[in-house]
Nanobody
Framework: QVQLVESGGGLVQAGESLGLSCAAS????????MGWYRQAPGQQRELVAR???????DFADSAEGRFTISRDNAKNTVYLQMNSAKPEDTAVYYC????????????????WGQGTQVTVSS
C-alpha cells in the first residue's frame, strides 16, 4: 500500500504564490506518474498537472504557464508551485500516484492523498 501525505495548502491573496508537496511512503516497488488534481465545491475532480518518473509533464489549460510541477524520485515526492494564483484556483488539491506494488507484473495501482485546501482570496 502507498500513503500520500500532502502539505502546503492554505490561504493566499490573488496574484501570490503557493507551493504544495506530497510524499509517498509505504510498501511498493516503484512510484510512476505523480500528479495533482483539484475539486472545487459542486465540481468534479479535475487534473491540474502530472509528471512521469522521467520528468514529462502535462498541465490543465488553467494551470499552463502559471503552475510548475516537479518531483524528487529519491524521496518519492512531488511538488506543485502555484504562481499568479486566481480565486478560481480555490479548491481541495489531491495528490495522486500510480505505483507498481512489486517488480513482478506491470499493473499500476492508483493512490490518492487526503487532500489539502487551497483558498485564493480576491
Amino acid at each position: 500500500q502507498v500513503q500520500l501525505v500532502e502539505s502546503g495548502g492554505g490561504l493566499v491573496q490573488a496574484g501570490e504564490s503557493l507551493g504544495l508537496s506530497c510524499a509517498a511512503s509505504g510498501s511498493f516497488f516503484r512510484i510512476n506518474t505523480m500528479g495533482w488534481y483539484r475539486q472545487a465545491p459542486g465540481q468534479q475532480r479535475e487534473l491540474v498537472a502530472r509528471i512521469t518518473r522521467g520528468g514529462t509533464t502535462d498541465f490543465a489549460d488553467s494551470a499552463e504557464g502559471r503552475f510548475t510541477i516537479s518531483r524528487d524520485n529519491a524521496k518519492n515526492t512531488v511538488y506543485l508551485q502555484m504562481n499568479s494564483a486566481k480565486p478560481e484556483d480555490t479548491a481541495v488539491y489531491y495528490c495522486h500516484a500510480k505505483a507498481l506494488r512489486s517488480r513482478v507484473g506491470i499493473r499500476e495501482y492508483d493512490y490518492w492523498g487526503q487532500g489539502t485546501q487551497v483558498t485564493v482570496s480576491s
